[in-house]
């Protein structure tokens, strides 16, 4: 069995942290907890770089672009997907999307794409 090469981890790395800017009041406090968790363990704020798409759907095509660049040593995603009416087929193409691109390109994508069965706008929903 061949061993790929992957970047070496001693170097400062590179993340992408892709966000839907649909609910974009939920989604940001994503963005920031993971910036104050990467804080945590003294990774250098100019090494995470944010990119903003309309909805989730979009997520998956654009974490495939900087994929694909090969700049970046992990790529998040970040995102909600509401019952609309096609919850289930866009949640289920999203996850998926964002698994094949990450076995495609062997760059980890960690999803934070949230895909609650039930999504009502309240303020107890908002602080959640």
Same mark, same amino acid.
């Given at each position: 069995?061949?061993?790929?090469?992957?970047?070496?981890?001693?170097?400062?790395?590179?993340?992408?942290?892709?966000?839907?800017?649909?609910?974009?009041?939920?989604?940001?406090?994503?963005?920031?907890?993971?910036?104050?968790?990467?804080?945590?363990?003294?990774? #250098?704020?100019?090494?995470?770089?944010?990119?903003?798409?309309?909805?989730?759907?979009?997520?998956?095509?654009?974490?495939?672009?900087?994929?694909?660049? =090969? =700049?970046? +040593?992990?790529?998040?995603?970040?995102?909600?997907?509401? #019952?609309?009416?096609?919850?289930?087929?866009?949640?289920?193409?999203?996850? =998926?999307?964002?698994?094949?691109?990450?076995? =495609?390109?062997?760059?980890?994508?960690?999803?934070?794409?949230? +895909?609650?069965?039930?999504?009502?706008?309240?303020?107890?929903?908002?602080?959640?």
């Amino acid at each position: 069995m061949t061993e790929t090469s992957h970047p070496s981890f001693s170097r400062p790395q590179r993340v992408a942290f892709v966000q839907s800017s649909w609910h974009r009041d939920i989604v940001a406090p994503c963005w920031e907890s993971f910036r104050g968790e990467l804080a945590v363990r003294h990774v #250098d704020p100019s090494q995470i770089d944010l990119f903003e798409v309309p909805g989730s759907f979009e997520i998956p095509l654009h974490v495939q672009v900087l994929a694909k660049t =090969r =700049r970046y +040593t992990a790529i998040v995603a970040a995102g909600l997907v509401v #019952d609309s009416g096609v919850h289930s087929y866009v949640a289920d193409t999203v996850i =998926r999307a964002l698994m094949d691109v990450q076995l =495609r390109t062997e760059i980890p994508v960690f999803s934070a794409v949230v +895909t609650p069965n039930e999504f009502h706008e309240t303020e107890e929903g908002a602080a959640f």
